[in-house]
């Protein structure tokens, strides 16, 4: 007969900090191919650009795709910043030599 597992505080962290770390390297990968999209759509416009001659439409319309996916994937990360799915990096901007024990 085996014993029942005992989830004890520090497996419970774990586990959450295991989770956390699945959300933050799926927002990563969404972030990077949305990314990989705009582009992707910058290149398709300049293949038009130079097939066409720049007397059709498709630049513009391939252009405008890019501008509107950019603009989406900047209100994706404010509002996953606002969410607490996202944090900052902390390069320490603005912040004086003292406050960081850093010398030079």
Known sequence: MTK???YNDAHKT???RLRSLRKAMITKTMIVFVLILIIA???LALRYLFKDGGG???TVKA???RIGISIAL???LL???QAGILHPHGLNV???KAQTGSQR
């Open 79 to 81: 509002l996953g910043y």
């Open 63 to 65: 252009l405008t795709l």
């Open 94 to 96: 603005g912040v004086n």
């Open 41 to 43: 759509s910058l290149g």
């Open 4 to 6: 029942p597992v005992i």
């Open 56 to 58: 059709s439409q498709r």
């Open 74 to 76: 900047f209100f994706l």
């Open 14 to 16: 774990v586990m959450i």
